[in-house]
């Protein structure tokens, strides 16, 4: 008999395995012939404060415009693509197949490609044939309302700040949408509308912070919950060190007193232990550019989150922002480019062995850059030390100058992904160790001959120091 019971539980537990298992496939499906062999990849965020973007896969489209493509998902994540101008969105659940429906496509102009302040249009991904219940559907369904009562009430809500109005706003969404077995949406309804009663106050209320973050876990992969998570705190630091303990607080901050911080936050702000710990990785990415506060010790207390106590997704963010905020600075390993001169040939940074590398990313169609080209020629000849490496856009027809300066080479490499490039020219200084030494660098009219100058010169003095006192490093 108790084998027959062991011998049920294992049966059980085999199939338990077997149904999660496929629980965690997601199958992507559909047809559009517009984008026939194209590709599209889906990505998701790790996290909405480092925004560290992950890839799913690609959705590879074939001669007639069909696609499948299957995944695996522990867990419901908001995934997007971006493309031809959209920032397509659609939330995924673990073993639910969906069977997308693209927007018509349209091509970019020239113009729009270069332009760094061009934005991407957002958009949710269709679905054919949905379930009433369905999250993506309920979600669109629920945003339009929230639109139309938004657009209705604006100046009542965010100029007159009208508490009964607002109440009046939330009885009536939750009138049209009433509770669904979706927890995801519920949630979303929640945070959703707590954004109208941010409007009211700031989240300074009495009860605001009690009833949408203290007694609240953070949903992390939720979008409407990271939407109103910023906005109460941003520079959450800066808040701080304008209330009563401002100089403990900021002498914690600057001494890397992460627990103590985390202990004041528990403590005395009565935020849960999650939220502690979401609001000080927010607070210490932020403080990172407001620079009020040390790097140093930010960067401590970032390596401080591996302590215990912290789990395994606070740690992988907090290594995400630490490796966002010191990406690209100075003393730093320049981020790998794959290079091709004009003809073709391979060019890598270690070609150049005790140089000074100036890398330059410009535009020659573009008259600026051609202006910074110019001067770069004039400048170049005062460096013997000084190589210069010009990135220009792949595909590029306007013709080189055949007495500007340097290589001019192009890559496959997304820069605006791994050099933050978005506008030209942008410049950047490799020192003879290969490291980065000036980041980002002065473009050639922007005072770059002035500061060569004076590294040329302080690197002079060194190398005679190094040869008269060889113990010098």
């Not at 998902?73 to 673990?94: K, N, Q, R, V, W």
Request: with cysteine.
């Amino acid at each position: 008999m108790n084998i027959k019971i062991l011998f049920s539980v294992f049966l059980f537990l085999c199939l338990l395995v077997t149904e999660k298992a496929w629980s965690n496939q997601v199958k992507i499906s559909g047809k559009a012939p517009e984008y026939a062999l194209n590709s599209i990849d889906l990505n998701k965020l790790h996290d909405f404060i480092s925004e560290e973007k992950i890839k799913l896969g690609t959705i590879r489209f074939n001669a007639e415009g069909e696609f499948n493509l299957e995944i695996d998902l522990s867990e419901t994540c908001l995934s997007f693509a971006d493309f031809d101008g959209y920032h397509g969105m659609i939330y995924l659940e673990p073993g639910k197949s969906y069977e997308i429906v693209f927007p018509p496509k349209r091509l970019l102009t020239e113009s729009q490609k270069r332009n760094p302040f061009f934005k991407p249009e957002p958009i949710w991904f269709g679905i054919s044939k949905p379930d009433k219940e369905e999250l993506n559907v309920k979600i669109q369904q629920f945003e339009q309302v929230f639109a139309s009562y938004e657009n209705k009430y604006f100046d009542q809500i965010f100029t007159n700040q009208n508490k009964s109005l607002v109440d009046t706003v939330k009885l009536k969404l939750e009138k049209e949408f009433p509770k669904i077995k979706s927890a995801l949406f519920e949630s979303h309804k929640l945070f959703r509308k707590a954004d109208l009663d941010f409007a009211l106050h700031q989240g300074k209320s009495e009860g605001f912070m009690e009833s949408y973050f203290s007694s609240i876990k953070p949903v992390y992969n939720l979008a409407a919950y990271s939407t109103l998570f910023n906005q109460v705190f941003t520079n959450y630091f800066n808040v701080l060190t304008n209330t009563p303990n401002s100089a403990e607080i900021r002498t914690q901050i600057n001494s890397a007193g992460l627990q103590q911080l985390d202990g004041h936050f528990q403590k005395q702000l009565h935020f849960n232990k999650e939220l502690s710990h979401w609001v000080l990785l927010k607070s210490m990415n932020d403080a990172w550019y407001s620079n009020q506060f040390s790097k140093a010790s930010i960067l401590k207390m970032l390596d401080q989150v591996k302590t215990a106590g912290w789990s395994e997704y606070e740690q992988k963010t907090a290594l995400l922002i630490r490796s966002k905020l010191t990406r690209m600075a100075s003393g730093t390993k320049p981020p790998a480019l794959l290079l091709k001169t004009l003809n073709g040939q391979k060019v890598n940074f270690s070609d150049y062995p005790e140089k000074y590398i100036y890398l330059h990313f410009t535009d020659p169609r573009n008259a600026i850059c051609r202006q910074h080209l110019d001067a770069l020629k004039i400048i170049a000849s005062h460096y013997k030390d000084l190589v210069i490496i010009n990135v220009i856009p792949e595909g590029t027809t306007y013709k080189i100058d055949s007495g500007w300066a340097g290589l001019f080479t192009t890559t496959d490499n997304n820069i605006e992904e791994t050099y933050k490039v978005k506008t030209y020219p942008n410049s950047f200084l490799i020192g003879k160790d290969g490291k980065l030494l000036l980041s980002p660098a002065p473009n050639p009219i922007d005072g770059l001959d002035r500061q060569l100058g004076q590294l040329f010169k302080s690197d002079y003095f060194r190398e005679r120091q190094k040869k008269n006192n060889p113990e010098i490093k």
